[in-house]
């Protein structure tokens, strides 16, 4: 089993939808979890972290953190064609370990 | 600009050939990586390295070579005992240090074994 599983995907939604991107993780030594974006053949850039549970705001984008259930989310409000790339989640332990979701790839259609 | 550069962005390798993949950085980083990625996957850790000299494996190493002669440099040597090389690899660095740092990433290389 992996330690961060991430929901598939791929999603198509039209512009102005609300997106939820998931991720559930199984080891308890992660203390940090981070969203990460990565548009086609480029390398990916972070765009949100957060090391409690609760929910963080960014713009249109917010991060969820549940530690009891192990599971995170990234919500992306009114989304746009411009916001179509992959997203991966990424969970880092004490020791600076980062362990990477397989990524959902979405695209917003205008 | 500070960042990380990766060369070359495509890369063709015959079958048994050794091919070495560069990544260097001007962020006075400490923490360097080598990730795989392959189609519909994330990212898996090859080598990293917290310090010049010093450099451990990862998750899936066999097949792949690293040194760390100097902090800007980190070039990561793929040997024909790797079985299928064909991926996107990607180099990261970033400050240990730090409790949480984010790691910026370099363009990656696209490998192609023909």
């Known amino acids: 089993q992996k330690e961060v599983e991430q929901d598939p995907g791929p999603l198509s939604v039209p512009e102005g939808a609300i997106v939820s991107l998931n991720c559930t993780y199984s080891?308890?030594?992660?203390?940090?979890f981070m969203w990460y974006r990565q548009y086609s053949r480029k390398g990916p850039e972070l765009l949100m972290y957060?090391?409690?549970?609760g929910n963080k705001e960014d713009g249109r984008f917010t991060a969820q953190v549940d530690k009891s259930s192990k599971y995170i989310s990234l919500f992306i409000r009114d989304s746009q064609p411009s916001d179509s790339a992959t997203y991966l989640c990424?969970?880092?332990?004490?020791?600076?370990?980062?362990?990477f979701g397989d990524g959902t790839t979405l695209t917003v259609k205008p | 600009d500070g960042g990380i550069t990766q060369s070359p962005k495509y890369l063709f390798r015959k079958e048994g050939q050794n091919v070495t993949l560069s990544c260097e950085q001007n962020?006075?980083?400490?923490?360097m990586y080598w990730y795989r990625q392959d189609p519909g996957q994330g990212l898996r850790l090859i080598y990293y390295?917290?310090?010049?000299?010093?450099?451990q494996k990862g998750d899936i190493a066999e097949g792949y070579s690293v040194s760390r002669e100097k902090k800007e440099s980190f070039p990561l040597t793929v040997t024909s005992a790797q079985k299928n090389p064909t991926a996107f690899y990607l180099c990261?660095?970033?400050?240990?240090?730090?409790?949480?740092?984010?790691?910026?990433f370099g363009q990656g290389t696209r490998l192609t074994v023909v």
């Open positions: 990424a969970m880092q332990d004490n020791a600076g370990k980062s362990t």
């Open positions: 962020l006075n980083h400490d923490a």
């Open positions: 990261a660095s970033r400050h240990p240090q730090e409790t949480l740092a984010e790691a910026f």
């Open positions: 390295s917290q310090i010049v000299n010093d450099f």
């Open positions: 080891n308890s030594a992660f203390q940090y």
């Open positions: 957060t090391y409690s549970s």
